[in-house]
């Protein structure tokens, strides 16, 4: 097991210009073969009642299990999906009832689990990645500087599974299929499809009929105390290119800002932004705030792309007080008004009335067009939260002359972050209120 604290020489490669200056290139230099995000796992205290919390508030249903039901005496682990979106929940049982070889996760380590709670809280362990080959993903990550984390593992079926030190707590899971390659079918066994030693959950028991519209996993953010130290390492293990930079000078407030850069893969359907806090501003950065909460670097959101943002968020208004997620406070009427001036030629009245009905931000690159919404914090700390997007634009065919829509269509929200910020600082305000004496 390689820790997170051990540290890299190297040289300073990566520097950040801001986004007027950035010139988008990719030079195809992944150093092996990336397919798309596969899941993302989450550790929590209890994998029973936080997976079905999510499923509720995000309308994915519980497809798949590997429990004490399915011989599994190590940790309970409950896979949610839609689309091709996949989230999946874990927590242990007792160590002193279990067999180590009945894991479905074999990487899952009890003091790894505890230490992980006790300084994070529920947060997200694992951004499992399809690879073509996860044992020599692995080798070539470690060769380049990764630290790693779990040795390749065979786990039946030709899957392969490996993991290196992402930053922080959270490691970067390689899958891989083998000769066999992944049906993607979700009505054939999760074996077949996920992992094996995970069975399929009977559909009166996982709110099978849920479907909010969520289709796939769009980016994952990082926090972390130094940008450039960051994304130099998985640079180099990864070969990952910059996709997009922004400064404080692009999407900071007058009270607080923060810098950010993204890294994509060859085919830029894996996006892994990630942010370091600015200092000396009026207010703490949220970046700050974040990684002291969390008690260093981690993931700070996940964008789940919709295929109807109205039709999702509409759903998971619903059931915001009802068990589900609620929202950032939506910015004021003047943005609306001014939004028309943006976006009328993409979005028609009924469209941006309902985008202002729904409290969706609307942003626009020369390429397409972002609709976005956030989510509070999803536990007690104020650290991870859910983003909900839609890209409208930038359609395109591959090779083989099937229709795809081009990666980051529409960018990040750069002309959203201000006014995001001055929601999450007035949101912040009121989570620093002190008790009356």
């Not at 988008?24 to 997976?51: I, L, Q």
């Not at 508030?57 to 940790?75: E, F």
């Given at each position: ?51 079905r919390r999510f499923s ?23 896979l949610l999906r839609s ?109 077949e499809w996920f992992l ?242």
């Open positions: 097991m390689g820790t997170h604290s051990e540290t890299q020489s190297m040289t300073s490669e990566f520097k950040l210009v801001g986004h007027s200056n950035f010139v988008r290139v990719n030079p195809m230099s992944d150093r092996f073969s990336v397919n798309r995000f596969h899941h993302v796992e989450f550790w929590c205290g209890d994998a029973t009642n936080v997976s509720w508030g995000l309308g994915m249903p519980t497809v798949a299990k590997s429990d004490l039901s399915t011989g599994n005496s190590v940790h309970a682990s409950y689309g091709d979106l996949c989230f999946l929940f874990t927590s242990p049982y007792s160590p002193s009832l279990s067999s180590p070889t009945s894991a479905a996760i074999p990487t899952f380590d009890f003091s790894l689990f505890t230490s992980f709670l006790t300084s994070h809280g529920i947060g997200v362990r694992a951004i499992a990645v399809e690879v073509e080959d996860a044992d020599a993903a692995f080798q070539i990550s470690v060769s380049n500087g990764a630290i790693p984390s779990s040795a390749p593992i065979r786990l039946g079926n030709g899957v392969v599974l490996s993991e290196v030190c992402l930053y922080g707590d959270v490691v970067l899971r390689y899958i891989s299929y083998g000769s066999e390659k992944r049906n993607s079918d979700v009505t054939k066994a999760p074996s094996p030693g995970f069975e399929k959950i009977p559909e009166e028991s996982s709110f099978q009929g849920l479907d909010f519209g969520l289709r796939r996993l769009d980016h994952a953010v990082g926090n972390v105390p130094d940008l450039v130290k960051a994304i130099e390492y998985v640079k180099k293990f990864t070969g990952f290119h910059e996709f997009a930079e922004f400064t404080a000078d692009d999407v900071g407030t007058s009270e607080s800002g923060l810098n950010s850069a993204v890294l994509a893969n060859n085919e830029e359907t894996v996006l892994i932004p990630m942010n370091e806090p600015v200092y000396g501003t009026k207010r703490k950065s949220q970046i700050q705030t974040y990684l002291e909460h969390n008690e260093g670097a981690g993931v700070q959101h996940l964008a789940l792309m919709s295929e109807d943002i109205f039709w999702t968020l509409r759903e998971m208004r619903k059931r915001s007080g009802l068990g589900g997620f609620e929202f950032m406070p939506s910015p004021p009427p003047t943005y609306y008004r001014n939004m028309r001036n943006r976006v009328g030629d993409v979005l028609n009245e009924d469209q941006m009335k309902e985008c202002e009905e729904l409290g969706i931000l609307v942003d626009k690159d020369d390429q397409g067009t972002l609709l976005q919404i956030f989510t509070k914090h999803i536990g007690d700390r104020p650290t991870m939260f859910i983003e909900i997007i839609q890209r409208i634009g930038c359609m395109t065919r591959n090779e083989e002359g099937k229709l795809y829509q081009k990666g980051g269509c529409g960018g990040f929200g750069k002309g959203n972050f201000s006014e995001l910020f001055k929601s999450i600082e007035e949101y912040e305000k009121t989570l620093e209120r002190k008790p009356a004496a």
